[in-house]
């Protein structure tokens, strides 16, 4: 073991790991395009986007140019009476990407702080309007929103990776998780649940949060876009605001620009983060309607309460305008077609093999669900031996990769899955 990495285990925590006999980490030294190159040489086709984040791959040119050309104007000034080019062209180019009536935009410094403002901002919104007592959330199970506590509170009470805090999170409403697959003919009874919570509770529901059409972090699901339209309709009815968490599905993961866009409808509020940047950089986004906005305006005590010191980091802002222009003038939507029929056929082979309960496939995200949860060290170095980097969770393998992968790159991907799949079922 090298000096490195035995600092790293004694000294440093990854994401969800113990400082006592963590799992094994890999020194990545740099990457480009599709590819991680480790330390010790070997290079690996990266299946996870950096969590999502990464759409146009590593080291790109265009990205790599306009942080440069910012950071020669300046890499950061506080938001607090000063603006910036890089922060207006962003909003500019985000109120003219999300559905039309989105029109007022915090610039957050991470998807949970993003979740924050949206909850605070909904909280604000009843207080505003004189009905306080609208201050709970409702959501549906097998949800994710990050990792602060307003976020926790409303992820998953069970699977959402926070159940031991449950006794100090604030308590909202879970409707259970719809039933109804993304592909399969819609059923209305699928809404019913949910449907009569909100009828109960609505005079307590500030809001309904959720991720739509795909949960992320919660389960790799993805359910009807129906249902996402008739929660759209119960919002209306009841008078209560719709929080979208597009932080995962938001610019095109998904095969549409956002996940609403499957539904034909848009939020009150939604939370952008993850490939809001290409993945250079830490940023997310909270974007209101002009009606919440303002409401929470004209209320006591007039102000938006939030405001964190890296507020509209010029560098991120510079980085995620070059990032989303990139997009838009890219053929994404052929990108991402490609990208489903290949996997759709290729991680389809998995659905014969014993220890696999489900494949699915929804725009540039495939998932092979497992019976049982996977060894995650072992099955990481499984990987590594086919040359790729896929890191799963729980009973989850599943990748999303870069929007760039060429179709050899892409097949690589698929045949390392369906060959540890295979694997690890047998070894089973
Ligand atoms: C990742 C994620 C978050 C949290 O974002 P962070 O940047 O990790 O704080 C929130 N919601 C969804 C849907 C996510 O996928």
Known sequence: MNELLDFDKSHIWHPYTSMIGPLPVYEVESAAGVRLRLADGRELIDGMSSWWAAIHGYNHPVLNRAVEEQLRKMAHVMFGGITHRPAVELAQILVELTPAPLQRVFLADSGSVAVEVAIKMAFQYWQARGQAGKNRLLTIRGGYHGDTFGAMAVCDPVNGMHHIFQGILPQHFFAPRPTCRYDEAWDEEDLTPFAEMLEQHHDQVAAVIMEPVVQGAGGMYFYHADYLAGVRALCDRFDVLLILD???????????????????????????GKALTGGYMTLAATLATAEVADTISKGDPGLFMHGPTFMGNPLACAVSLASLRLLLDSPWQERLAVITEILSRELAPCQQVAGVADVRVLGAIGVVEMHEPVDVAAVQELFLEQGVWVRPFGRLIYIMPPYIISRTDLSRLARAIVTVVRTISSSA
């Not at 998904?254 to 034909?264: E, L, N, R, V, Y």
């Open 246 to 272: 597009e932080i995962a599905t938001g610019f095109g993961r998904s095969g549409t620009m956002f996940g609403c866009d499957h539904a034909g409808i848009s939020p009150d509020i939604i939370c952008l």
